[in-house]
């Protein structure tokens, strides 16, 4: 059986072969391409942290005195509980990296951190291309 997106059909599909889809449930872990000594979007944009967690479970991040709380929420078409965090505006670090602490409080209250290390805020550029692609500094 098939869940619509709309969440109210569900459709049997005959002679098709299925297989089990991982279930993640109890992984806590940012996405593949967060890692220690990063660079992260400085202001004027946000800068968003995201990563996997237990079903409905709560993602904490106490950063430059404000309080971000989120809810893991899987997906069905991913099998997952993903969680997002876009932080305010933060401006350019030049000297001091920080880092940032995440903390996931499951429904039956087990606690779980993951941490960010030196990172630093500046600006983020995203190129690609072939031939065209060249600056001269």
Not at 5 to 29: H, M, W
């Amino acid at each position: 059986f098939f869940q619509a997106e709309d969440g109210i059909r569900d459709y049997k599909v005959t002679g098709v072969q299925t297989c089990a889809l991982p279930i993640y449930d109890n992984i806590f872990s940012f996405a593949s391409y967060y890692s220690n000594h990063m660079v992260l979007q400085r202001e004027p944009y946000k800068a968003t942290i995201w990563g996997y967690a237990a079903d409905r479970s709560i993602v904490s991040l106490t950063f430059m005195g404000k309080q971000y709380n989120v809810a893991a929420v899987n997906f069905y078409w991913t099998n997952k509980a993903i969680w997002k965090i876009t932080l305010d505006p933060v401006p350019a670090t030049t000297t001091s990296s920080v880092n940032l602490t995440f903390t996931q409080t499951t429904s039956s209250g087990q606690r779980s951190t993951i941490s960010l290390n030196d990172v630093l805020f500046g600006d983020v550029w995203i190129c690609s291309g072939m031939l065209l692609l060249y600056v001269i500094v």
